[in-house]
């Protein structure tokens, strides 16, 4: 969570400047405090004002201001910052930086700092594609910089090619993810995520209304806690989350067959997809006429893939959902047992703001000693993490570490 994160960001003179206006409006609303740094070429492509209103702070530039406090500007910018993000970062400050040349008041931050420094570069092609950036780059990520690969697509020189800044979402992402702590750096988790589709013909299927925000959320969640994440997915409209494998499927069959593919290398399971109890008995090869009178579909089960790895889970945790609409608990606790869940994760989605769709969550997080987390509504990230974080107290009760 970037909840009172003190950021310090590096603006150079590119074209993509603009976008780094939206980049600090977006550390803003998840509470991060932003001083920005603006080289005097990024002040040719957008004025300081943007930065300042944005980051309700004063934009800093020079290396010799005026100033009635006596510390000097960029050891007390280097010293307060969490993390440096350089957004847009050209080849220029990149050569400088790899070259140790401190001449203004970014580079002398830059190299005063002992925080993280994330270099999201942002040139033409060529320029990216030069032998002399890319063995910049490899020279300050051997030292411990870190880097985001600029993006694919039509550039403001009118080319074509990899150079554009990334998504701002992706480097807010990729922030967050550098401040959270690597707790779950030995673990190789499974998510399942989102509905299953259940075909009847070509053109209907038999499915539910989840989005996939939780599983997404518990996917991003635990990637940012350092966990290998493998991430299944029934359809979904969410993007995929960086740094996650993504493993697209779209009936209850496919997800078993997914699950069991990736079940011999996972140390976690979490299953909160909903997925289809039952398919069309027959999937019809071309789409079915209306007929007269009412019509009766047959159905047969399709798998439980909780239960089926609940039979052989070894000493992986075994985490589970449940969606309820009565007896939310004693279902629950039910299915925690009969499946073998290590922790089961009880919705109630009768509650507004609780469950399908929704940005938020009302979770009960059961274990298998009777034990009870009641949570109040939060956004499905901070759910996700206090999954986790019973997930911890889980495997540290069972020795696994
Ligand atoms: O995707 P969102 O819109 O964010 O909504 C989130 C959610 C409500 C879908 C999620 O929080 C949730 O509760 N997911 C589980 C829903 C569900 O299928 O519950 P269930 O009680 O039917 O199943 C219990 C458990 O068995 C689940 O972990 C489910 O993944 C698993 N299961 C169910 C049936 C089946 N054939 N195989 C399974 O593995």
Known sequence: MLQDKKIVLGVTGSIAAYKAAELTREFVKRGAAVRVIMTGNAAEFIAPLTFQTLSSNAVHSEMYPVINDYNLAHISLAEYAD?????PATANIIGKIAAGIADDLLTTTVMTTRAPVLICPA???NMYENAIVQENIMQLTSRGYLFMEPGYGKLACRSEGQGRLPEVSDIVEEVESI?????????????TAGPTREPLDPVRYITNYSSGKM?????????????????????????????VTFVSVSSAMEMKEAVMAHLKASTIVIKAA????YRPATRLASKMKKQAGPLTLSLERNPDIIAEIGKKKGKRILVGFAVE???????????????????IVANDVTQAGAGFGYDTNIIKILDRNGGQVELPMMDKIAAADRILDRVKDIIAEKGRK
């Open 123 to 125: 040139m033409n092609t």
């Open 83 to 87: 993390i440096m993000v350089i957004a």
């Open 274 to 277: 909903a997925v289809a109890d």
């Open 179 to 191: 401040l959270t702590v690597k707790d779950l750096g030995d673990e190789r988790i499974i998510v």
């Open 325 to 343: 609409t009565e007896n939310l608990i004693e279902n629950a606790r039910a299915k925690l047992i009969d499946k073998n869940m290590d922790l």
């Open 215 to 243: 599983g997404y959320a518990l996917a991003i969640a635990g990637r940012r806690r350092g966990a290998r994440v493998v991430l299944i997915s029934g359809p979904s409209a969410l993007t995929a989350p960086r740094g």
